[in-house]
């Protein structure tokens, strides 16, 4: 009981603890979300990436000849990265080289998602998410 009243008469010994808590977890709380942002920008950038590709192997499978089909895959893949997508420079490859009937055509859409706004140790300055689908054509439909 002695103890307890000379530490309340003297004051606490941890005074300025809360300074030295503040000083040591502001920058890891900081680098913390500032991760959190780069991750979620590369998740939407993949998910957008994602639905592009099979928005053009759709248009690739319906499409009327293979000669029309990188024509159509590219003004597929366009409105979905319209508005605040995090991908700049896209880039669609299309694979037509079984386009006959019960054929099989491949898509790749490639994209950068800048990172260097955000100044995150430890994350790239940029980096590219691609992403790849596959549809069929319809086995009993004609091909020119």
Known sequence: MMA????????HRDSGSLSVELVVLTPVLGIFVLLALALGRYELAKEEAISAARAAAQAVAVSASGAQAQTAAAA??????????????????????????AGLVRVAV???VDFSDLLAPGVPGA??????????IDPYRSTQ
């Open 4 to 11: 307890l009243a000379e530490r309340y008469r003297h004051g």
């Open 76 to 101: 597929a893949v366009m409105p979905t990265f319209e508005g605040h997508s995090p991908c700049s420079h896209v880039v669609v490859v299309t694979d037509v080289a079984a386009f006959v009937p």
């Open 110 to 112: 490639s994209c950068r």
């Open 127 to 136: 980096t590219t998410v691609v992403a790849v689908q596959f549809a069929s």
